[in-house]
């Protein structure tokens, strides 16, 4: 039985003070590069912003509709004016700090829950608005969070003055991929019926799998940039379109309309670009290790380009030490990568009723038990 504890809800409380901290510094490094005459990276860090708001706000605004489809239409015109103002997460975030505290503090089970209706129906309000929170959130950090750390790496290489806006930024956007994986996978394990508590251990080592390999894969790209931003473009492009591609052929069902779903697949896509994502809730062992042989021959290729063909950047980017941090945690990331599918994944995907038949975004039923959107929305 899903369980919303008093820790999840202090978690909740950090992750809405992240979210506000993350505004504030992604506003105070764009000034910081505008006032020192840098328009271009304080308009692309709005950009990724920007971009990351709007898309949040529009799948979010969806999600509210399909969910509410059917009550006081007044309430949805509302609900589209806070989210047209890019204000929808924080509505998300009060329900969440609502039921949340109700389930956390206030629920007493055996008077809340009966023998007729489904148990700790409360809880399952918590959780479901929680999930849908971090559903969002992975949706900004590969939207914004990894192509904004992207840049201020690349900066960092690019120059040899720094300040502490850059640090700020930085640290920022390691905390936000972070915590977004790991809060994701929580809500994973919570939301699935048939999915085992994700203890202490299996986070840490989720965590730095994804943390490590995502962070040598940013650095590889940097460098690329480095090289050449014209080829570095013409690569993400690419990459991009192979995972649109494979999204596109494994038929998801995530939306209710096709205009939201090709949406879908297209964020996919760029998720895709950061880091390996299983959209259909199946057996991945073969796509996954295609994935990241990949990413450790292009890793491989760039340094060797470095070494052969333009040895005389070494110097000046401290390429060695570049060098040494992206192959050990690509390494690194590696073995938690094996380490935690050999020991810490749970066997079962989903229900095989759940994933065959139902359509995610809308919500239906199967012994009592009410089936939502995250049922075929699985990354692993």
Partial sequence: ?????????????????????????????????????????????????????????????????????????????????????????????????????????????????????????????????????????????????????????????????????????????????????????ISLRKSLPDKDEFRVLPKLVYLFYKLLTITSWILSISLITLLSVRSSVILLIFLWICGFTWTLKQHTTFCTSKKMEYLYRTVVGVILIFTFFNIKGRKTKLFIS??????????????????????????EIHFIIVSILTILSLVLGIIFLIVYYRCFHPTAYCRPQACSDEVDGETGQKDGVEIGRFQNFIMQ
């Fill in 290 to 315: 295609i994935y990241y042989a990949t990413h450790t021959v292009v890793t491989l290729g760039i340094l060797f380009v470095y070494m052969f063909w333009k040895p005389s950047l070494i110097e």
């Fill in 1 to 185: 039985i899903m369980k919303f504890t008093k820790q999840n809800f202090f978690f909740l409380v950090g992750g809405i003070i992240i979210y506000l901290v993350d505004i504030g510094v992604d506003f105070w490094v764009a000034s910081k590069y505008f006032c020192q005459g840098q328009y271009s990276w304080s308009i692309s860090i709005l950009c990724f912003r920007g971009l990351s708001s709007l898309i949040t706000q529009i799948f979010s605004y969806d999600w509210f509709k399909n969910d509410w489809e059917g009550t006081d239409t007044g309430k949805l015109k509302w609900i589209f004016l806070v989210h047209l103002f890019q204000c929808g997460i924080f509505i998300r975030y009060w329900f969440a700090l609502k039921f949340g505290c109700q389930a956390a503090f206030k629920q007493n089970s055996s008077r809340d829950a009966s023998e007729t209706s489904p148990p700790n129906f409360i809880q399952k309000q918590a959780v479901d608005v929680v999930t849908d929170i971090n559903m969002l959130r992975i949706f900004k950090t590969f939207l914004e969070t990894a192509p904004q750390l992207f840049v201020q790496i690349y900066i960092f290489m690019e120059h040899d003055k720094n300040n502490f806006c850059q640090y700020a930024a930085i640290i920022m956007s390691f905390c936000g991929i972070s915590i977004s994986t790991v809060d994701y996978q």
